[in-house]
């Protein structure tokens, strides 16, 4: 079993919709989550971050941790054309030299 | 990709032949890390390095070797390369300086092929 897993879909929605993105782990240490946007044959670039269970919202963004179920989302509100893109789920632990922890990837595309 | 260069950004070459890939920093960032992304597989860390001369293995190093001779510059050499390397590796790095390491900047990436 991997140590963060992660759909891969591609999911396909229509503009305007709210997009649910999941992913689960195992490893109950991981102390941050990260979520990372990665545009076609481009580098991952941070898109959120957030350290405790609970939500955290950045404009249409909303990251979402659940410790006791080990489930992390991310909530895409008024989805865009332009949010088309893989998303990365990255635990992480400061005791383990920062290193994170990558799930493979959920593939989005919003359809004008 | 601010801050983060990787040479070169494409390359193909022969099964055996050694190849190394170079990534760059111009943030003073202390840690830095080498990743491969394949289909299916996400990412995964090969090495990863927590100063200068100061290195460690990741998840997948086998036939792989690192070298970081300054802050800024962190190399991941494959000694005799074989097809099943073929994948885009990308450089990240991490700490600041201001208190923030837990978060990873990558850079653009490098498109491995190997014949």
């Known amino acids: 079993q991997k140590e963060v897993e992660q759909d891969p879909g591609p999911l396909s929605v229509p503009e305007g919709a709210i997009v649910s993105l999941n992913c689960t782990y195992s490893?109950?240490?991981?102390?941050?989550f990260m979520w990372y946007r990665q545009y076609s044959r481009k580098g991952p670039e941070l898109l959120m971050y957030?350290?405790?269970?609970g939500n955290k919202e950045d404009g249409r963004f909303t990251a979402q941790v659940d410790k006791s179920s080990k489930y992390i989302s991310l909530f895409i509100r008024d989805s865009q054309p332009s949010d088309s893109a893989t998303y990365l789920c990255?635990?992480?632990?400061?005791?383990?030299?920062?290193?994170?922890?990558f799930g493979s990837g959920t593939r989005l595309l919003v359809r004008p | 990709d601010a801050g983060i260069t990787q040479s070169p950004r494409h390359k193909v070459t022969e099964t055996g032949t050694p190849v190394t890939l170079r990534c760059h920093q111009t943030?003073?960032?202390?840690?830095m890390y080498w990743y491969r992304q394949d289909p299916g597989h996400g990412l995964r860390l090969i090495h990863y390095?927590?100063?200068?001369?100061?290195?460690d293995k990741g998840e997948v190093s086998d036939g792989y070797s690192v070298s970081r001779s300054k802050t800024e510059d962190f190399l991941l050499t494959l000694e005799s390369a074989t097809s099943s390397q073929t994948s885009v590796y990308f450089c990240?790095?991490?700490?600041?300086?201001?208190?923030?390491?837990?978060?990873?900047?990558f850079g653009p990436g490098t498109r491995l092929t190997v014949l």
């Open positions: 390095s927590y100063g200068v001369k100061d290195t």
């Open positions: 990240a790095i991490s700490g600041d300086g201001g208190g923030n390491t837990d978060t990873q900047y």
């Open positions: 957030t350290y405790s269970s």
């Open positions: 490893n109950s240490a991981f102390q941050y």
């Open positions: 990255a635990p992480g632990g400061r005791d383990s030299s920062y290193k994170l922890i």
């Open positions: 943030e003073n960032h202390r840690y």
